[in-house]
């Protein structure tokens, strides 16, 4: 079985969420077009996009798209064409060192602002599975060491670290990564589309291609499938697109001017 997998979804409160739908969907297909596709929603603080789609999608969601919630994922197929997709729940927390952590395949949250080994031991008690994901200047000098020191204490059975577009092409590969990868600790690919507008084009553009290598082919639940990520039996590579580094700094750019909504505490 293969899948394509964009393990960093956000889709914000005023994205059109049809157009991040449709996005997810195309860039996941251009991907690997006969791969089962997964997207894994890692919502912000102020984001409750999952339990919203399952509940009551606004008028232009319902008209192009059929919705049908399961056990522990989303199905999603386009009307114009059948293309399907699974979303699944997830949260983007931060922790008090400022370390992005994220749970996948989650429904249920975790406290954000705790340190960053005791989010990932709360996204472990919880059943999802934490990802340390890069992302500019968050893994040098103190906070780098945090992410090292993240590899010591947990196996990589429980931490996988993160890739994303934000990481501009022709970039060296941090070192963090290598050594993570010489002991055996996985990394994950997803778009991490900004809080703006615009960025509704991303969703999708940046995965894991993601193969069984071994085991009996049978059939798994989506979330079972993301959940075992790390358990070995599967290859995983980077499909899709990371931007330049002109298209990055611009990003970078529109995303430290966008308006941050105020945090409830």
Not at 59 to 69: C, I, M, N, Q
Not at 250 to 258: D, S, T, Y
């Given at each position: 079985m293969r899948y394509v997998i964009d393990t960093h979804v956000h889709i914000y409160p005023f994205y059109d969420t049809a157009a991040a739908l449709d996005s997810l969907l195309d860039n996941l297909g251009r991907a690997d077009p006969d791969a089962s596709r997964i997207g894994c929603?890692?919502?912000?603080?102020?984001?409750?996009?999952?339990?919203?789609?399952?509940?009551?999608?606004?008028?232009?969601?319902?008209?192009?798209?059929?919705?049908?919630?399961?056990?522990?994922?989303?199905?999603?197929?386009?009307?114009?064409?059948?293309?399907?997709?699974?979303?699944?729940?997830?949260?983007?927390?931060?922790?008090?060192?400022?370390?992005?952590?994220?749970?996948?395949?989650?429904?249920?949250r975790v406290t954000e602002g705790e340190s960053a080994p005791d989010t990932v031991r709360a996204i472990l008690d919880k059943g999802g599975l934490p990802v340390a994901a890069w992302a500019p200047g968050k893994w040098f000098f103190e906070r780098g060491k945090v992410v090292r020191a993240l590899l010591d204490q947990f196996e990589p059975t429980e931490l996988a670290l993160g890739d994303t577009t934000l990481r501009p092409l022709g970039w060296t590969t941090p070192d963090i990564f290598r050594d993570a990868r010489a002991r055996g600790f996985r990394t994950l690919y997803g778009s991490d589309p900004l809080p703006y507008g615009g960025e509704e084009q991303r969703p999708g553009s940046y995965c894991s291609e993601v193969t069984r290598a071994s085991g009996n082919g049978l059939t798994e639940t989506p979330s079972g499938v993301v959940r075992s990520l790390l358990g070995g039996g599967w290859d995983i590579s980077p499909a899709g697109r990371r931007g330049?580094?002109?298209?990055?700094?611009?990003?970078?750019?529109?995303?430290?001017?966008?308006?941050?909504p105020a945090r409830a505490c």
């Open positions: 929603l890692t919502e912000r603080y102020d984001c409750d996009l999952y339990n919203q789609l399952c509940a009551q999608p606004d008028a232009k969601v319902s008209e192009r798209f059929d919705l049908t919630p399961g056990d522990d994922s989303l199905g999603i197929r386009r009307r114009g064409d059948g293309a399907t997709c699974q979303l699944l729940p997830g949260q983007q927390v931060i922790t008090g060192e400022n370390i992005e952590i994220l749970s996948l395949a989650c429904r249920e330049s580094l002109p298209t990055v700094l611009e990003r970078l750019v529109r995303n430290h001017r966008a308006p941050k």
